[in-house]
């Protein structure tokens, strides 16, 4: 199989992301939050909540298979990052930094309270294990869904090593907000790997197993990367599915999955937490030096 046949097949991929997105999912809503408009699906449940980050070019609806399965037993809360959907966009970069702190403060302005289980595909992982690294106390544990590396378009995966029929397409298919996430794609990369790894907490890898076919260094390269996600999270669990990059459209049930051990090992912990008895700072106060004689 050729490259560019392959590759091709990827870039039809993307444009079912920017397709996707004509029904709307249950409890969706269009409201204001501060001078631009914010396209969000929401159900208040148990805790913790989970929070859906999409991929380039995707809407929240790539996560309608998943969400009915697991809106009953917990929060869930999806939305469409600023410029794609029914959401404004912003004038702000489309670097990670500047997209986990709007979606931060997205959560607090709707009232979801953290700690948070995150799941993000393709590059809504990427972004996801900013917000891990970032705000790591607000997390109860991750799951990216063939997430984006961090140094996804490094070496032989840079743009400027795909083939121009390639390079063409993807310049005709995305644009707008997503040219402008793809062309800082680097530097989010960056900005994860320059802050310290999510650790203790539970870490979901689900990675695609049907690899890119042809033989050739950019296809290596990018398979190489897919294997690699899990190492950059010692203890994470990664499992392999049999899907194509889609894996919310194609194997839904494998993130139903991951999700349900995330909420029973993070409702686990929390149990353990308040069961463990505050000890009293007696010893400090027994030894504490009598106050001085007036």
Known sequence: MKMEETLAGAIAVLMVMFLCGCASLPNSAVEKMGNRNVEFAMTRHDKPPVVFE??????????????????????????????????????????GLHIVDELRALLRDKGVNPPYILVGHSIGGLYMQLYARRYPEEV????????????QLDGEGALEKQSFLVRGRLGVLVTGTAKDELDLLPQTGKQVLDLPTLSGKPIFVLSASKPLEEKSAVADDANAKRKDIASLYPGSKQVWVDSGHAIPLEKPEAIVTAIHEALRLSRQNQAQLESTPMIPNTALQRDAPPAARP
């Open 140 to 151: 109860s544990a991750l799951i990216l869904v063939d997430s984006t590396h961090p140094r």
């Open 54 to 95: 999409n991929g380039l070019g995707g809407r929240m609806e790539w996560w309608k298979k998943v969400l009915p399965e697991i809106s009953n037993d917990t929060t869930t809360f999806a939305y469409n990052r600023p410029g794609y959907g029914n959401s404004d966009p912003e004038a702000t970069p489309r670097d």
